[in-house]
């Protein structure tokens, strides 16, 4: 499809000259617009576009002009859990932006969206903060779009090279003392058989107990197999999934966990993932005892992992506080915002 000089297609993975443009591009703007943050590697995106989908598939579309490639696009459609939902990333080259080309690649993945009966669209955006280089030009053109904020969240980072271990050894001691009856286990993907029914009950629970603010997400069944096909998909992908679990001695139940992520290609930053714990065994301080076991697994699985990511809900004090004391600093602002589909 074209509109004046724009050529909107889809992303062929064969077609080497114009993947090698994407990832140009891709690169292109991540340092352009989020230099201080983290951004996918080239070997996530390519294997993020040729594996095999799971519960989520990943259409991607790029924009040419005169044949190069300025600007591209990426739908999530969510095939198992909350179906009514669609997800979209834009991208536009920094030399080749206000020409209307994001507006058109958003509609793509729009229609797309109605084609297969979704109702509503979410995208992330950073928002402006001190020091963060975000100008938010972003937000401004979701809102232009009818695109409305629904959640708030505050992008964290952790520097590990100048992590005090011996503070996090105090905090950790501390900890302990009042987790009696429960003991910590770390491992990499995938789960041990014994603990993967409870993982599948902690992962339904991030769709409820987490703060929400007007995102349209429902409420999840997360069974064994889903467990399975996401720990299949994040291999696929290359990514190394670890984590860390609090069993419940007397009863073998999964108390709490979190997890860690590390992408392909990269040895400077990891990302991390849900943590979480069982409302029927809080107040023992296992959430702080399993992000801080998980982040000594990351060290010894990529010792040259530098910095590690987090969001939170800014109403999310508990966890905000959690990651305060592990060393974790303020770095930006993101918000989700979504759309409604008539």
């Known amino acids: 499809m074209t509109n004046g000089q724009l050529e ?68 999530r459609l969510y ?84 992590v005090k271990e011996d503070r996090l050894d105090a905090l950790y001691r501390e900890a302990l003392a009042k987790a ?20 599948a009950y902690l992962e339904g629970r991030m769709y409820t107990d987490m703060p929400l603010g007007d995102m349209d997400l429902q409420p999840a069944e997360i069974t064994v197999e889903k467990v399975r096909a996401r720990e299949r998909q994040a291999r696929r992908r290359g990514l190394l999934s670890l984590r860390t679990i ?6 073998g139940t999964v108390a709490a966990m979190s997890q860690l992520e590390t992408a392909p290609g990269d040895e400077l930053i990891a990302r991390q993932g849900d ?24 060290r010894s699985y990529r010792p040259r992992i530098r910095y590690v990511h987090t969001g939170n809900a800014t109403v999310n004090d508990h966890m905000v506080a959690v990651n305060e004391a592990m060393g974790y600093r303020m770095l930006g602002m993101a918000e989700c915002y979504q759309k409604e589909l008539a």
């Open 8 to 75: 909107i297609s889809a992303l062929d993975p064969l077609d080497h000259d114009t993947v090698d443009q994407w990832l140009e591009l891709c690169q292109t703007v991540d340092d352009h617009d989020f230099a201080n943050f983290e951004t996918p590697s080239e070997a996530e995106l390519l294997l993020g576009h040729m594996a095999r989908p799971e519960e989520v598939r990943r259409l991607h579309w790029v924009g040419s002009v005169d044949g190069s490639v300025v600007s591209c696009a990426e739908a």
């Open 180 to 199: 009696e009856g429960y003991r910590i286990v770390s491992f990499p993907d995938p789960a041990p058989d014994e603990y993967a029914e409870g993982i």
């Open 79 to 162: 095939d198992a859990d909350n179906t009514h939902l669609a997800g979209a990333t834009v991208k536009v080259h920094p030399d080749h932006r206000r020409k209307g080309y994001a507006r058109l690649l958003l509609g793509a993945i729009e229609d797309q969206a109605r084609r297969e009966e979704r109702t509503t669209v979410v995208s992330w955006f950073l928002k402006p903060y001190e020091g963060s280089g975000v100008d938010g030009h972003a937000v401004g053109f979701a809102a232009a779009q009818g695109y409305g904020p629904t959640l708030e969240t505050a992008v964290r980072r952790v520097d590990l090279l100048e």
């Open 275 to 298: 943590t979480i714990a069982d409302p029927d065994h809080r107040g023992h301080r296992l959430g702080l005892l399993v992000k801080i076991a998980n982040q000594r697994q990351l």
């Open 246 to 251: 609090a069993v419940h001695e007397e009863t």
